[in-house]
């Protein structure tokens, strides 16, 4: 079959104060019409730039492509020789993108309808009112519920699947010949990640698009690609097709990408990692240590929290939303609790209120058998010590103005953990505790990689020595290499220093590989709880099952 788009000896690099980065360092493949590309590797490996590259949608005044990019569709052209006023022509028309970020994608001020409107009133000879009537049709065609309510919604006013399915209708207005996804379901819940792509599938075979696939959910690439390339480092380190890249991978960097997802290593005590195998590391299988759980240490009684949905003109609420509905459980110490469920259904509500960052309506938490809202001022402050956060987004949970040595250092002089004169020395070592170095302490956010900025909130966590730990999905949206560090590194913690945690995520096998017990919220309520084993291989409840039937194997 004929390629409808070839790339050869791709190039890219950017300048920066008179420095050059090479991002992209020749690489060469192509792609036919109907078929399923995937391109995987870390963050940085140089997926999103080559994928830029095509559609010339990197800033042209500081960086710089370099080879060919031939696209065949009625006439062969290359792309990388277009002037920008040229290359409108083929973007979203011929070529079109989802981008990583929908929400950052769509313009926040125009209802969802509207921009689509816009998109096929661009590319195509149709009318306004013809061309509402085929963005209905989209909306359908991509499953969105009641699509004359969102056509007039803004994006604030969906969900994000919803609006990941927008941003697909956007993308197949015209009918393009090739469709790019840069990472489209990326900090989506496991079942909404299998609609996604059942979606992507069915218009690639009614189409007969082309995609191109990017992402670092390695699952999701061998369920759905037909080839795939691997990068790292910008290079091109391996291709082929799916069952060969996954089933007899030849390069280390490829072996470690695989093996480092948890679902290879269930009964393990820890995960191998990437640099594991880059450095030619024995892979022995780790059997899961024994830990002996102390006395309870949280007690939760029937916790509740309504926010009003409806208002009567008085402003009396008419409706609610149950965000978290008679939850009760109870942890002990050295326990890890997993806590998973759909976006909506409580779960980080839930560490809200256990961290004391949000008031319960009603209802008890108890923290070693004292209620916690009967705590005085000082009493508090030493709870907020012994209970700390991480939170889901570690770069909106940084001062971007502060050094991260201050912002870890800020919370043990609060509490005076350490004399003054010492805390530098004492946040140097809990960064080399977290896998970082002590020459990061005056270094910006901006300056880390995501991994890294994880592991800083992780350290600021750890500086007042907490009893326990409330992970909120802190583990979303970063590759999985740098998932099975952070993973392995919170289960060192737990051994090193006596913690319990509380593990929220949407990543059902990281959560079964971490956990001693899991529990399902649905609609802020507790669908399911037991051992973390029992409840992934043999749930009981019918949400329960559902949600793991959703997980790629």
């Not at 079109?96 to 509207?114: D, R, V």
């Not at 070693?368 to 570690?394: A, C, G, H, V, W």
């Not at 896998?435 to 990061?440: F, I, K, V």
């Not at 999985?480 to 929220?504: E, K, P």
Request: aromatic share 6%; net charge neutral; charged share 25%.
């Amino acid at each position: 079959m004929s390629s409808l788009l070839q790339v050869k000896n791709l190039q890219t690099s950017f300048v920066n104060q008179g420095k050059i980065f090479k991002a992209v360092k020749g690489i060469d493949f192509s792609i036919s019409k109907g078929e399923i590309l995937g391109i995987v590797g870390e963050s940085g490996s140089g997926k999103s730039v080559s994928a830029y590259a095509i559609l010339k949608l990197l800033p042209q005044k500081s960086s710089k492509i370099s080879g060919q990019i031939l696209f065949s569709s009625e006439e062969s052209v290359d792309l990388n020789t277009l002037s920008e006023s040229e290359i409108r022509h083929y973007r979203g028309n011929k070529i079109a993108m989802i981008f990583q970020e929908p929400m950052s994608s769509l313009n926040p001020t125009m209802k969802c309808g509207a921009q689509v409107l816009e998109m096929i009133l661009l590319h195509t000879n149709l009318n306004k009112i013809e061309a509402k009537q085929k963005v209905i049709s989209l909306f359908e065609k991509v499953r969105l519920p009641d699509p004359e309510r969102i056509y007039n919604a803004y994006p604030h006013q969906i969900s994000g699947g919803q609006i990941q399915r927008v941003m697909i209708a956007m993308a197949v207005s015209a009918d393009p010949d090739i469709l790019i996804a840069d990472e489209p379901t990326t900090a989506l819940d496991v079942t909404v990640q299998k609609e996604i792509l059942e979606l992507l599938r069915e218009i690639q075979s009614e189409l007969g698009t082309a995609t191109i696939f990017i992402s670092h959910d390695l699952s999701l690439v061998k369920k759905l690609c037909n080839h795939v390339l691997v990068m790292y480092k910008g290079q091109l380190v391996e291709q082929g097709t799916a069952q060969e890249i996954f089933n007899n991978p030849k390069q280390d960097y490829t072996k470690g990408l695989i093996a480092c997802r948890p679902q290879n290593n269930f009964g393990n005590y820890r995960l191998p990692t990437v640099q594991d195998f880059m450095d030619g590391k024995k892979m022995d299988q780790q059997i899961v240590e024994k830990i002996e759980f102390g006395s309870e240490i949280l007690k939760v009684n029937n916790l509740k929290k309504w926010y009003p949905k409806e208002k009567n003109w008085r402003g009396k609420p008419l409706s609610y939303t149950k965000a978290v509905d008679g939850v009760s459980f109870n942890l002990k110490e050295k326990e890890i609790l997993g806590i998973v469920g759909e976006s909506g259904c409580g779960k980080s509500t839930l560490g809200k209120m256990l961290a004391n960052l949000l008031a319960p309506d009603s209802g008890k938490i108890f923290f070693k058998e004292t209620d916690i809202s009967t705590y005085e001022k000082r009493e508090l402050k030493s709870f907020r010590r012994n209970i700390q956060m991480i939170f889901q987004d570690p770069y909106g949970s940084l001062n971007p103005r502060m050094r991260i040595g201050d912002a870890i250092g800020e919370p043990v002089i609060a509490h005076r953990m350490v004399e003054k004169s010492k805390v530098k020395n004492y946040v140097c070592e809990l960064l080399e505790k977290t896998g970082l170095d002590s020459a990061h302490y005056d270094r910006f956010p901006h300056e880390f990689s995501g991994g890294q900025r994880q592991r800083i909130v992780i350290a600021r966590a750890l500086a007042l020595k907490p009893k326990l730990l409330i992970c909120d999905e802190c583990i979303s949206a970063l590759d999985v290499s740098v998932q099975a560090q952070i993973i392995n590194l919170l289960l060192d913690l737990r051994r090193d220093m006596d913690l319990s945690m509380i593990f929220i995520a949407h990543d059902l096998a990281a959560t079964r590989f971490i956990s001693d017990r899991i529990l399902v919220m649905n609609d802020g309520v507790i669908a399911e709880i037991g051992d973390a084993d029992e409840v992934y291989l043999n749930p009981k409840n019918a949400y329960s099952k559902r949600l793991l039937a959703a997980v790629s194997d």
